[in-house]
């Protein structure tokens, strides 16, 4: 009976993890930026608190308007997420972008067919914190 309720935390606690993809309990986001430039690579992760890492940093922080605008695009990403979404580039396509939250992923490229306006905003959102608050040069 123990080695059950101990296996069933377990699981429990890993699933709230974001099953080892980088996203535990408390962050709104992971999202992955790749491509085809220099400095292309970004991994950021944004917490509730308004905490956000690039590529493995030390713990920053993004403002009041930064935070509340992470949380808007999370929400509106829900549906997609959810159903684990992807939209494949088009010819010419820059960067591609993974965002991860608790209720799944979606994939999508900077100019994919069927991209959504808040899928625009995310984009925005990865080069102003990365540049702004993480002090990468794109």
Not at 39 to 51: F, K, L, N, S, Y
Request: with cysteine; charged share 15%; aromatic share 6%.
């Amino acid at each position: 009976m123990r080695a059950a309720l101990g296996l069933a935390l377990a699981a429990s606690c890993a699933a709230l993890a974001g099953c080892g993809a980088g996203v535990t309990a408390g962050d709104l986001f992971l999202v992955e930026r790749s491509g085809s430039t220099p400095h292309a690579h970004v991994t950021m992760v944004v917490d509730e608190q308004g905490g956000v890492t690039c590529n493995g940093s030390r713990k920053l922080h993004v403002s009041d308007a930064q935070l509340v605008k992470a949380r808007a695009i999370q929400e509106e990403l829900q549906s997609a997420t959810s159903h684990h979404l992807t939209l494949p580039p088009r010819a010419r396509s820059v960067y591609r972008y993974f965002l991860r939250d608790e209720g799944g992923w979606v994939r999508f490229s900077d100019n994919s067919a069927g991209a959504t306006r808040v899928m625009h905003e995310l984009q925005l959102y990865v080069l102003t914190v990365a540049q702004q608050v993480c002090h990468l040069p794109e």
